[in-house]
Nanobody, 123 residues
Framework: QVQLVESGGGLVQAGGSLRLSCVAS????????VGWFRQAPRKERESVAA????????YYADSVKDRFTISRDNAKNTVYLQMNMLQPEDTAVYYC????????????????WGQGTQVTVSS
């Protein structure tokens, strides 16, 4: 069974930075795209960023472009989300998810999910 474990969330002041990590078990990373999603209270889960297996296809939501950077280290089975210039509206539970094949932004197109990590940005 594939497992994804996120870490790196926490409380930060506006303008601060955090780096989230998503570690996968097994060799599933081969050929799998990984996405980061977030869900704020009373809102639907939304796509934040995604990266292909090779790293040559990357997607960012408009709301995080130029502030967030997604990357991966396949040797470590790990995908990162570097988040800079955080704002209160970035407060949410952040999830990583994986799917075999190309990058997608739809929640339902991902097969495996982590348990989430809370990010709270104070004003």
């Amino acid at each position: 069974q594939v497992q994804l474990v996120e870490s790196g969330g926490g409380l930060v002041q506006a303008g601060g930075s955090l780096r989230l990590s998503c570690v996968a078990s097994g060799r599933f990373f081969i050929g799998y795209a990984v996405g980061w999603f977030r869900q704020a209270p009373r809102k639907e889960r939304e796509s934040v960023a995604a990266i292909s297996w090779s790293g040559d296809t990357i997607y960012y939501a408009d709301s995080v472009k130029d502030r967030f950077t997604i990357s991966r280290d396949n040797a470590k089975n790990t995908v990162y989300l570097q988040m800079n210039m955080l704002q209160p509206e970035d407060t949410a539970v952040y999830y990583c998810a994986a799917r075999r094949g190309t990058v997608r932004t739809i929640v339902g197109e991902y097969d495996y999910w982590g348990q989430g990590t809370q990010v709270t940005v104070s004003s």
